[in-house]
C-alpha cells in the first residue's frame, strides 16, 4: 500500500514550551488511523501541523516521498490533497447548505458552479443533507452543521481527510449521527486520520490507533492491541479512566 503522509521527527514548540516531541508515524493510502490521549497531549497540534496551519518546529512532513515543508512546495496546493474538518464547524453563515459546499470548489479547483454543484449533491447525498440545500446554517441542528462540513469537505475531493474532535462539540444525541457518517466514509476505503474521544467508534473503524501522552507518541499498534493488549502502563491508565467514564 502506498504511503500517503509520512511524518518524520516533528517537534513543536509554542515559545519554550514543546508541544509534540520526536513525532515518527505514516499513513498509507485507505487507512483509517484514529489518534487518542488526554487533553493536551498534542493531537489536535499534530493534525495542524500536518496541514500547515501550524508550521512544524523541526522535522519532516513527507507527501507522496516528497517534503512538503521545503520552501519549493506550494502549501495550498498540498492543503487542497487534504480535506480539513474541525470542532467548530466553520460554515459560512451567509451561504446556504449547496453554496457551502460549492464555494471552494469554485474558488480553490476552477471548476464551473454547474459542476461545482453536481459534485455537492453527490456528497451531500452520502452524508444524508441532500434536502437541506436551501436551509442556512443557523437553521440547522449541530449533528447537521457537522454533516454539511464534513460534505463541504469531500466535495474538494481530497486525497486524506483529517477529523479533529469532529463530535466535541455536539449535544451527545447527535454524536450518533456524525459517527455513522464517518463509519460509511471509513468502509469506503477513503483515508483517514481521525482525533477523538470516542473509544468505541476509534475500536471499531481503526486499522490503526496512536495514543499519545504529554506530546509524544506512547503506543500505536491495532485497534485490537491497544485497546485489548496495551503494553504501556500510561496507555492502560487512560483507557481505564477513559472506558469508565464512557
Not at 117 to 143: C, F, T, W
Request: charged content about 30%; aromatic content about 6%; some cysteine.
Amino acid at each position: 500500500m502506498e504511503t500517503i503522509i509520512e511524518i518524520k521527527h516533528v517537534n513543536k514548540y509554542f515559545g519554550s514550551h514543546e508541544v509534540l516531541k520526536d513525532i515518527d508515524f505514516s499513513v498509507k493510502k485507505g487507512e483509517v488511523v484514529t489518534i487518542i490521549g488526554s487533553s493536551g497531549s498534542g493531537k489536535s497540534t499534530l493534525l495542524r501541523c500536518i496541514n500547515l496551519l501550524e508550521k512544524p518546529s523541526g522535522g519532516e512532513i513527507m507527501y507522496k516521498g516528497e517534503n512538503i515543508l521545503d520552501e519549493k512546495h506550494d502549501i495550498f496546493t498540498y492543503r487542497r490533497k487534504l480535506g480539513m474538518v474541525f470542532q467548530q464547524f466553520n460554515l459560512f453563515n451567509n451561504h446556504n447548505v449547496l453554496s457551502n459546499c460549492v464555494v471552494g470548489q469554485v474558488k480553490v479547483l476552477k471548476r464551473s458552479k454547474d459542476e461545482a454543484e453536481k459534485v455537492a449533491m453527490k456528497y451531500l447525498k452520502i452524508v444524508g443533507m441532500d434536502k437541506y440545500v436551501n436551509a442556512r446554517p443557523n437553521q440547522l441542528s449541530g449533528g447537521q452543521k457537522q454533516r454539511v462540513a464534513i460534505a463541504r469537505a469531500l466535495s474538494m475531493e481530497p486525497d486524506v481527510m483529517l477529523f479533529d474532535e469532529p463530535t466535541s462539540a455536539l449535544d451527545p444525541e447527535m454524536v450518533g449521527e456524525v459517527l455513522k457518517v464517518m463509519k460509511q466514509l471509513a468502509e469506503s476505503g477513503l483515508t483517514m486520520l481521525i482525533v477523538t474521544h470516542e473509544m468505541e467508534f476509534a475500536k471499531e473503524v481503526s486499522d490503526r490507533v496512536v495514543f499519545m501522552d504529554k506530546g509524544v507518541i506512547a503506543e500505536e499498534g491495532s485497534p485490537e492491541q491497544i485497546f485489548n493488549h496495551p503494553t504501556q502502563e500510561r496507555t492502560r491508565e487512560f483507557l481505564k479512566r477513559t472506558l469508565r467514564s464512557s
